[in-house]
């Protein structure tokens, strides 16, 4: 399946535009290459631009972190990630004055975008229900929600269920892998 110059023009955009871009320039390769690799299955079969765009903005956000924590230039703490060149906030800081923008938050512009979105969420979780009555023993909806929506790593779903992490990995991939077969 090859991209189309609009998709990589998209994602090359959405890559440039993500707040751990800059003054990481150097791995922007390694940026797109993860990128495209964790969403060319989706890409031909999602329609809405939309849609895509947002699927890809939390695959490239995703990519971006592992490349970074790879090239040791990121590090896990206990309140999410840091640059592993940055110092930890003192806790007597007074942060009253900072101000936070939610400009760059894209919000569906019409009630339609709000159903099709929902719409396919739905559809994703009840095939992964399906896919996890088809074979209990393997805990796919455990793994999955630990992993995607308690945004825990692989080490800490294999400690927590006392399987390896390489099993972990090998689970999430087959039911990714089994998704993907369900929407094509």
């Known amino acids: 399946m090859e991209l189309t110059q609009d998709k990589i023009d998209l994602i090359s955009r959405i890559i ?5 871009y800059p003054n990481n320039e150097d791995l922007y390769d390694d940026f797109f290459n993860e990128t495209c690799k964790r969403s060319v299955a989706i890409i031909n079969a999602v329609e ?8 890809i903005k939390r695959v490239a956000t995703t990519s971006i972190i592992n490349v970074l924590k790879d090239s040791g230039r990121l590090r896990r703490t206990r309140s999410g990630y840091m640059s592993s ?12 004055d900072v101000v936070i923008s939610y400009s760059n938050i894209k919000v569906p512009e019409n009630p339609e975008e709000i159903v099709i979105q929902k719409e396919i969420l739905e559809f994703v979780a009840d095939t992964i229900r399906k896919i996890d009555e088809e074979e209990p023993e393997k805990d796919y909806l455990h ?33 990714m892998d089994k998704v993907k077969d369900i929407i094509e």
């Not at 940055?86 to 009253?96: C, G, H, K, L, M």
């Open 143 to 175: 793994i999955y929600t630990l992993r995607y929506d308690k945004g825990m790593t692989q080490k800490e779903i294999s400690e927590e269920l006392g399987i390896s992490q390489s099993e972990i990995s090998k689970r999430l991939y087959k039911l």
């Open 48 to 55: 809405s631009e939309l849609t895509l765009e947002a699927y």
């Open 16 to 20: 440039k535009n993500d707040r751990k």
């Open 85 to 96: 060149k940055e110092v930890a906030i003192e806790p007597d800081i007074d942060y009253s």
